[in-house]
Nanobody
Framework: QVQLVETGGGLVQPGGSLRLSCATSGFTGSVYAMGWFRQAPGKEREFVASLTTSGTGTYYADSVKGRFTVSRNLDLQMDNLRPDDTAVYYC????????????????????WGQGTQVTVSS
C-alpha cells in the first residue's frame, strides 16, 4: 500500500532552520503533485508548499515565501523559523492532474503521511 513517511521534525529556536523529508513507497504509476501542509493545535490544516513532480510548478503559502524552499525530492528546507511555524507537518501526494489553482487545496490530495512535529520555541 501507499506510504508517506515524514522525518526531520524537532525543536528549534526562533530564527533557526530545519529540513523535512518525505519518503514514499507503494505508488503504482506516476504521481502528479506532492505537497506539504501543517496543522497547529486548534487550527485547520493549512497549505505550506507544493510542486508538480514534472518540475513545471512550485507553490508556496504567503506565510512561508522567502523562508521555506521545497526541492524536487520534496525536501522542505525551513529557514528563519518563527514560533507561529509550530505545527505538525504532513506530506501529501496526488496522482492525477489538477489545475495550478488547486495546488494549495488539501482536499485535492489523496495520500497523506502521519506527520512530524515541528516546534519553534526559545
Amino acid at each position: 500500500q501507499v506510504q508517506l513517511v515524514e522525518t526531520g521534525g524537532g525543536l528549534v529556536q526562533p530564527g533557526g532552520s530545519l529540513r523535512l523529508s518525505c519518503a514514499t513507497s507503494g505508488f503504482t504509476g506516476s504521481v502528479y503533485a506532492m505537497g506539504w501542509f501543517r496543522q497547529a493545535p486548534g487550527k485547520e490544516r493549512e497549505f505550506v508548499a507544493s510542486l508538480t513532480t514534472s518540475g513545471t510548478g512550485t507553490y508556496y503559502a504567503d506565510s512561508v515565501k522567502g523562508r521555506f524552499t521545497v526541492s524536487r525530492n520534496l525536501d522542505l528546507q525551513m529557514d528563519n523559523l518563527r514560533p507561529d511555524d509550530t505545527a505538525v507537518y504532513y506530506c501529501a501526494a496526488r496522482k492525477l492532474w489538477m489545475p495550478s489553482q488547486s495546488m494549495g487545496d488539501k482536499s485535492k490530495f489523496d495520500y497523506w503521511g502521519q506527520g512530524t512535529q515541528v516546534t519553534v520555541s526559545s
